[in-house]
C-alpha cells in the first residue's frame, strides 16, 4: 500500500514539476519577448512587406488574457498592417517600403485595401520597390503599386485574365448510388447545381462571366493608373501572353528592371545613401506592426468607434478569427450598444455565408443596435448570401470595386447512400408510429412529404431574407427579387443595382461612421472578443495539432485546403444562405 501512494506521489509530483516547468516557460517568452518588442526602432530603415502569415482583417483577441498566452493565433490581421503603413508614413525612421518575394493569402479586396494604403504611403515622399523571382496574377497587382518593380531574369510574370472551373457530378452519383438530394431556391444558387447537371446553366455561366469581368476591370483600372498603361493596352497583353517573359514585361512596361535580387537591394542602399558594401536597416512588417500596436498612446477623447469584425463561414456557436457564430457576434454588438462611450459600429464582414439561422440572429442584433446608434458595413473580400444578409439592414453599406457580395437565395442538400447500399446487398427498413415521426435517413429515399416540409421552410427563410433586405435597401419585395435568386454580384454591379450605398475600404466606412454619430475626434476599439476554454486552446497549440501537420506534410498543402473544404461541406447543419461557388484568384 505504501509502494502504491508513493508512485502516485510521484506522478503528481513530476505532473506538477511538468506543468510548472511549461508554464515558466511561457512566463519567461513573454518578458523576453516583450523585451525585444521594446528596442528601438534604428533610423534610416524599410519596412519589408511579407504577407505570408497575414490572412484575416483581424487576428483576434480573447476575453481571458490568459488565453492569449496558448493560442496559435498570434499572427497580425491586415487592419493591423494597413494601420502601421499609416504610421510609417509620418516616422521618420521609416525611408521606405520593400515588397520582396511576397506570396500572401489575401483576397482581391484586402488586396486593393493594402495597395490604397501603399498609395497614400508613397504621398509622403517615400518609396515602395518590389522584386520577385516570379509574379502570380494577383501577387503583380498588388506589387503594381510600386514605385519600381523588378523581376528576376529567368522569371515569368502571369497575366491573362481570370478564369473559372467547376466540377459536376451527376454521372458519378449515378455510378457510385451516392446522391446528393438538393432542396433550393433561387435560379442562380449553382452551389447545387454540380450534382443536379452535367454542365454549367446558362444562368450560372452569366453570372460568373459578368462577375469575373467586373473583377477583372477593377484589376485593370488600379493597374493602368499604377503603371500608366491604357486599360485596352492592359487586356491586349493578357489576351496574347505578352508579358510572360522578363524581357517581354518590360517591353510591355509591366515591370521596370531585370534583375538579380543583390542588385535590387543595391538599389534600395542607393535610395538609402548607404555604401554598397554594408547593411542597410530593415524591420518586417510584423516586427513593425506589434511594435506600433504596443506603443502606449494617451487618449485626449473618450469617444469610440466600435469595428466588429465577421470573418469566415457563418456557423452557430462562439465563433473564432475564422468562423462567425452568434454567440461572440451577438455579444460583440450588444456590448457596443450598452457602451456609452461607443458613438456608431463599424460591422466588418467577409464571409461567404453559411447557417441561415445564425445569419438571421446576428441580423436581428445588427437591426436592435442600429436604433441606438449609427451601425456602417465595410464589405471585405466577401459578403455574399448569409454575409449579405448580416449587412443589409445598416445604415449605409461600403463594398470595394472587386466584392463578391449578393447571392440572395437559400439551398439545402442531403447525401443519400439508397442506390448504394441496394448494390452492396443492405436493405433499411423502418418502422414509425407517426407519418412524419421518422427523421430523414440518408439510407432511404427521400420522402416526398420531407421533401415538400423541407422546401416550405426553405421559401419561408427566402422570403424573409428578401423582406429584410427589402425592409432595409427601401426599395419593393419584387425589386429585391428581381436582382435576388442566389445571383453573386460584384461591388461595382452591387452599387448600380442598390445593394451597396458606396464604393471604399475599411477606414472609408470608419470615417462615415464618425460623420453619421457627428463625432471628428475618437479611437478604435476591435471586437470580438472571442470566450474559448484551455480545451480548445490546447487542441490548436503544436503538441494538439500534430495530426493536422501530418496530414499536411503527408499530401500537400492544396490537398490539405481540399480535405478541408470536404470537412467544412460535411459540417454545415441546417438550411444554408451560402454563396453558390468559390473563388480564388492567384
Known amino acids: 500500500m505504501k509502494f502504491l501512494s508513493n508512485v502516485i506521489a510521484t506522478v503528481v509530483g513530476l505532473f506538477v514539476f511538468l506543468m510548472l516547468f511549461f508554464f515558466g516557460i511561457v512566463f519567461l517568452a513573454a518578458i523576453f519577448g516583450g523585451e525585444t518588442e521594446g528596442e528601438a526602432l534604428k533610423a534610416n530603415s524599410v519596412i519589408e512587406l511579407n504577407l505570408e502569415d497575414v490572412r484575416y482583417d483581424y487576428a483576434g483577441k480573447y476575453k481571458d488574457p490568459w488565453m492569449s498566452f496558448f493560442s496559435e493565433e498570434k499572427n497580425i490581421g491586415l487592419s493591423d498592417v494597413i494601420n502601421a503603413i499609416d504610421v510609417a508614413s509620418i516616422d521618420d525612421n521609416i525611408k521606405g517600403i520593400s515588397i520582396l518575394n511576397n506570396n500572401s493569402n489575401l483576397g482581391m479586396a484586402q488586396s ?12 509622403s515622399g517615400k518609396f515602395v520597390m518590389a522584386y520577385a523571382n516570379s509574379y502570380s496574377q494577383k501577387e503583380y497587382y498588388l506589387n503594381s503599386v510600386a514605385n519600381t518593380i523588378y523581376l528576376n531574369p529567368v522569371g515569368e510574370l502571369d497575366f491573362k485574365g481570370l478564369s ?5 457530378f451527376k454521372d458519378l452519383q449515378e455510378k457510385t ?7 433550393r431556391h433561387g435560379k442562380y444558387k449553382s452551389a447545387v447545381e454540380p450534382f443536379l447537371e452535367n454542365k454549367m446553366s446558362d444562368a450560372n455561366r452569366e453570372q460568373t462571366t459578368a462577375l469575373l469581368q467586373s473583377i477583372w476591370n477593377s484589376v485593370c483600372t488600379d493597374i493602368s493608373k499604377s503603371r500608366k498603361i491604357t486599360t485596352e493596352k492592359l487586356n491586349e497583353i493578357a489576351n496574347g501572353l505578352l508579358a510572360r517573359t522578363p524581357q517581354m514585361a518590360k517591353q510591355q512596361k509591366l515591370i ?13 542602399k542607393k535610395a538609402l545613401k548607404v555604401s554598397t558594401d554594408k547593411d542597410y536597416n530593415k524591420i518586417s512588417i510584423s516586427d513593425y506592426t506589434h511594435k506600433m500596436t504596443s506603443t502606449s498612446v494617451i487618449s485626449e477623447t473618450e469617444d469610440k468607434i466600435a469595428v466588429i469584425f465577421a470573418q469566415g463561414e457563418i456557423q452557430s456557436g462562439e465563433g473564432d478569427v475564422n468562423t462567425i457564430g452568434e454567440g461572440s457576434m451577438r455579444r460583440s454588438l450588444q456590448e457596443a450598444r450598452k457602451d456609452k462611450k461607443v458613438k456608431a459600429i463599424v460591422l466588418r464582414i467577409d464571409s461567404p455565408g453559411g ?15 442600429k436604433r441606438v446608434k449609427p451601425v456602417v458595413v465595410s464589405m471585405g473580400n466577401y459578403a455574399a448570401s448569409g454575409g449579405y444578409y448580416m449587412a443589409c439592414n445598416a445604415n449605409t453599406i461600403f463594398a470595394e470595386n472587386n466584392t463578391i457580395t449578393g447571392s440572395i437565395g437559400v439551398f439545402g442538400i442531403l447525401p ?15 418502422v414509425k408510429t407517426h407519418q412524419n415521426s421518422a427523421e430523414y435517413s440518408p439510407f432511404v429515399p427521400m420522402d416526398e412529404n420531407f421533401k415538400a416540409v423541407t422546401l416550405e421552410s426553405i421559401e419561408h427563410i427566402y422570403k424573409t431574407f428578401v423582406s429584410h433586405v427589402a425592409q432595409g435597401r427601401k426599395m419593393s419585395f419584387a425589386e429585391v427579387d428581381s436582382i435576388a435568386q442566389g445571383r453573386v454580384w460584384s461591388g461595382s454591379e452591387a452599387l448600380k443595382i442598390g445593394l451597396v450605398d458606396k464604393i471604399g475600404g475599411l477606414n472609408a466606412a470608419i470615417t462615415e461612421a464618425a460623420r453619421l454619430s457627428k463625432t471628428q475626434h475618437y479611437d478604435i476599439t476591435n471586437y470580438p472578443e472571442y470566450e474559448k476554454d484551455f480545451d480548445e486552446i490546447f487542441s490548436k497549440l503544436p503538441f494538439g495539432s500534430s495530426k493536422e501537420n501530418i496530414i499536411k506534410e503527408e499530401i500537400g498543402n492544396d490537398n490539405y485546403q481540399l480535405l478541408q473544404q470536404v470537412k467544412k461541406f460535411q459540417s454545415r447543419k441546417g438550411v444554408q444562405a451560402m454563396m453558390p461557388f468559390e473563388i480564388s484568384i492567384y
Open 112 to 123: 486593393k485595401e493594402l495597395r490604397n494604403a501603399l498609395e497614400n504611403f508613397k504621398k
Open 164 to 168: 473559372s472551373e467547376i466540377m459536376f
Open 177 to 183: 448510388g451516392v446522391k446528393m438530394e438538393v432542396i
Open 256 to 268: 521596370d528592371y531585370i534583375a538579380y535580387e543583390d542588385m535590387y537591394h543595391n538599389d534600395i
Open 355 to 369: 447557417n441561415a439561422l445564425t445569419s438571421d440572429l446576428i441580423w436581428r442584433e445588427v437591426e436592435l443596435t
Open 416 to 430: 443519400n447512400f439508397n442506390q448504394l447500399t441496394k448494390k452492396i446487398g443492405i436493405n433499411i427498413e423502418q
